[in-house]
């Protein structure tokens, strides 16, 4: 059996002030994981993540205003593309997701395009009750009958995307509010692509306040549940045209 082909594996950082949180992130990363690329895009941020990416050594991407995670994620995979990597992984900056299970998430795209590092899959101790769970179930149930497998945690932000949806997502990944989750996996699924996830236990923000409290993330994936009713009714992507794009 020939040997795989070793893939060069890119980190994302979108991060939207975490100038306090990102110095114990990098470092992590650049503990645990010496041999991937990293890149941090800055999202409009009005403090210091930026200067204080590259203090740290990392490449960074400026855009020039808050785009929200979609549009800092486009502009990592258009980065990944012209510096040639093969797999992208998200990684929030602020310190909740543990850079120890990336070469999980990388082994597992070996089998599936895109992977998800879900909370609710028998790993750590992660909950949510009340209209939030149902949203969140509403929306796994949609998209594991769309994937023909069990999703469980469709909006978490802890992704890795294979070379096929690293193409795909470099032209097609939605900007607008909510597509980073919910609209970019039906988009993949219905450019056949295939989605799996892997359980991972999240962690406290490790500075900081989170942009949403239990309200805002409540009406938060109830509008997810409207984004993705009006994600199904647009136009599929080929994947083939969106590697004619980018290549």
């Not at 969140?136 to 995307?161: E, N, P, W, Y």
Request: hydrophobic share 45%; with cysteine.
């Amino acid at each position: 059996m020939p040997t795989p082909a070793v893939q060069r594996v890119l980190v994302v950082l979108p991060a939207w002030n975490e100038e306090h949180s990102l110095p114990a992130v990098l470092g992590e990363i650049r503990e645990h994981l010496p041999d991937v690329g990293v890149l941090v895009v800055n999202d409009g941020s009005a403090d210091a993540t930026s200067a204080v990416a590259r203090r740290h050594g990392v490449p960074v991407l400026d855009l020039p205003f808050n785009l929200g995670v979609g549009g800092a994620m486009r502009a990592g995979f258009r980065y990944a593309i012209e510096q040639r990597y093969d797999v992208v992984v998200q990684v929030d900056a602020d310190g909740q997701h543990d850079p120890r299970d990336v070469p999980r998430i990388v082994e597992q795209l070996q089998h599936s395009d895109i992977v998800i590092g879900a909370r609710f899959a028998g790993t750590g101790e992660y909950d949510v009750r009340g209209p939030r769970r149902w949203a969140m179930q509403v929306l796994a149930g949609t998209l594991s009958r769309m994937a023909g497998t069990r999703l469980t945690d469709t909006t978490s932000g802890f992704r890795g995307a294979g070379p096929r949806a690293v193409r795909l997502f470099a032209v097609h990944y939605p900007a607008e509010y909510l597509g980073d989750t919910v609209e970019s996996l039906v988009i993949a699924l219905r450019s056949g692509l295939t989605v799996e996830q892997i359980g991972v236990s999240m962690r406290e923000r490790t500075a900081g306040r989170p942009s949403q409290g239990p309200l805002k993330a409540t009406v938060y994936l109830l509008r997810a549940c409207l984004a993705l009713l009006i994600s199904l009714t647009r136009r599929r992507t080929v994947v083939g045209q969106a590697e004619a794009v980018v290549v």
